[in-house]
């Protein structure tokens, strides 16, 4: 059975930090390239953060490049996003999905396996 769980989240004031987790089951995870994306209320969800299977390439929203980084732990089935310098605009509830191509896209039409989300409120 497949399943993904995002965890992390909180309330944290503007310029603090947030680490959040994604641990997968039911797929070979260390097979497939991951994503970071969220939602604020009322509008679409967008595109964070990439990682491929190894770790070894990244690719960052503009919103967020400089601020946030994605890793990954193969042998704990684990990608992390670390936030920090966290801005109001960050609020949000952020989920994790598995990229379906391999390749970086961050159309989130191309990854699947989304957990329930973790909400980040940044408060000014």
């Known amino acids: 059975q497949v399943q993904t769980v995002e965890s992390g989240g909180g309330v944290v004031q503007a310029g603090g930090s947030l680490r959040l987790s994604c641990t997968v089951s039911?797929?070979?995870?260390?097979?497939?390239?991951m994503g970071w994306f969220r939602q604020a209320p009322g509008k679409e969800r967008t595109f964070v953060a990439y990682?491929?299977?190894?770790?070894?390439?990244?690719h960052y929203a503009d919103s967020v490049k400089g601020r946030f980084t994605i890793s990954r732990d193969n042998a704990k089935n684990t990608v992390y996003l670390q936030m920090n310098s966290l801005k109001p605009e960050d609020t949000a509830v952020y989920y994790c999905g598995r990229n379906r191509r391999g390749s970086y896209v961050s159309n989130s039409d191309i990854y699947d396996r989304w957990g329930q989300g973790t909400q980040v409120t940044v408060s000014s």
């Open positions: 990682i491929d299977w190894s770790g070894q390439t990244t």
């Open positions: 039911g797929f070979v995870f260390r097979n497939y390239a």
